[in-house]
């Protein structure tokens, strides 16, 4: 068995890793996961699990030490899909008397993440307080719980959402907050207000994304996509084109953002300028590693326009397009399939 001294040397830089980006996903948990992917085996994997006990089962051994640890062992028995030893392993950091803070915030904060993922709503919230109340935690880590009890509460049913608007204002609020927390806090609680008719403040929270410093491409793209949506619906069809634009030209955008942003603006296109709507149908089309699902949709309105160019094999070649690709949405998949049998017949006459 590896000894206490050796397996800390080893492996301190995963105890006590910092926390970087902790709103997009903890570190401690990809360290984690990196140390158990750089393992041979499954033996492997389980000797480092014994090596954690034996720092645990350390007579006299410091207590910070058998938090950090105690945590370690958690997430790997969580990657592992051992989520009663991993609830354990965490409660265990909770309960254990004068654990540092930082460490027993993260483990209520992972305990709520596994509580979420099995439905316990109730138990999830509870968790993530916990961390939020806890004195002395790190400011990042009580935004990331702030931001999952949000969304807990909007998962807990519509007399919640209230609740969970609180909690992206908290974040929104806290002082020192990262920005990608407060970023995707400003999102969250425009598409909470976006679902219950408040077009006015959530536009204005999807803009404080967009003009927030630092904040990661991902989620501006996202915001844009969003604020370009609720204008099209108020038929501001101007800002919605400069929206679903600043998508498509934004650095790092995700792709399927930008291909929802550049079907969204083709279909504004269509009645004003039918070529523009024809090249970004097909710059959708043509996108690497665009979702099946605007591919299709893509396709199917460059058909409908080619039908009402008179071009009927472009049309049919498209439709016919829509009705082979792999994984395409079943209702377009109907509708492609009726408008090219309606203009087949019509072929065949000829």
Known sequence: MTSL???????????????????????????VRTWINSADDTKAIDAKIVDSSAVIEQPNAPVEWVAHTLFSRGVTKSLHSDVDGAIADFTGVITLPNAPAEVVAKAFYERGMLKTA???????????????????????LVAQALLSRGVANERNGKGKWAEAIDDYTGVIKLPNAPAECVAQALFSRGGAKSLHS??????????GVITLPNAPAEVVAKARYRRGTLKMASDDSNGAVDDFTGVIDLPNAPVEVVA???YRRGTLKMARDSNGAVDDFTAVIKLPNAPAEWVAKSLYRRGTVKVARDDSNGAVADFTGVIDLPNAPAKVVAKAGYRREIITPTRHAH
């Open 5 to 31: 001294w050796a397996f800390l040397s080893q492996n301190m830089t995963v105890i006590l890793a910092p926390i970087v980006g902790l709103c997009l996903t903890l570190l401690s948990v990809r360290a």
């Open 118 to 140: 099995f439905q316990n709503g109730n138990g999830a919230v509870a968790d993530f307080t916990g961390a939020i109340d806890l004195p002395n935690a790190p400011v990042e």
């Open 198 to 207: 408040d077009v006015d403040g959530a536009i204005a929270d999807f803009t």
């Open 260 to 262: 929802k942003a550049r």
